[in-house]
């Protein structure tokens, strides 16, 4: 296991890795068969009862393609995986019920693209707060990733 400088990256393996949030180290399954490499972990700032998003780039290490299922976060209500989408000149937000992540290859969530929502927030998130996200992965692996909080897009 590695973890980049800045505490953003971490490798994490997919049978059952968390980011442990005392140490911020990753603690590795020894039999896993994939990695994972997330890093660039941010959320919007946004009033408590809106809506927020969050964004992140996973890198699939492993030989195996892996799916993003869906997320969790604390601070709302539900997350959920969205697309932004160009309809008849409108941009549109759609829901996604994976976002996938081939071998060898980076996904990014973005503002206007893939990202994950975060609906209907219990308090405000304030930009320089850090919040856990959970992210669920096909192979049934949840990893807990912190994600700092900002007031850029």
């Given at each position: ?32 068969p994939q990695e994972l490499e997330i890093r660039n ?113």
């Open positions: 296991m590695r973890q980049a400088s800045g505490g953003r990256s971490c490798i994490l393996s997919i049978v059952f890795v968390a980011l442990a949030a005392a140490g911020g180290r990753c603690q590795r399954s020894p039999d896993a972990a941010r959320v919007r700032s946004a009033a408590a009862g809106l809506n927020s998003a969050a964004y992140l780039q996973i890198e699939n290490l492993g030989a195996g393609l892996e799916r993003l299922l869906g997320a969790q976060c604390a601070e709302a209500k539900t997350a959920e995986l969205h697309r932004i989408i160009l309809d008849e000149g409108l941009h549109q937000m759609r829901p996604l019920s994976a976002i996938e992540i081939p071998p060898g290859q980076s996904v990014a969530l973005t503002p206007g693209g893939d990202h994950i929502m975060l609906i209907d927030l219990h308090r405000p998130l304030i930009g320089g707060q850090q919040v856990q996200l959970q992210l669920q992965f096909e192979s049934r692996t949840a990893i807990s990733i912190p994600a700092r909080v900002t007031d850029d897009p």
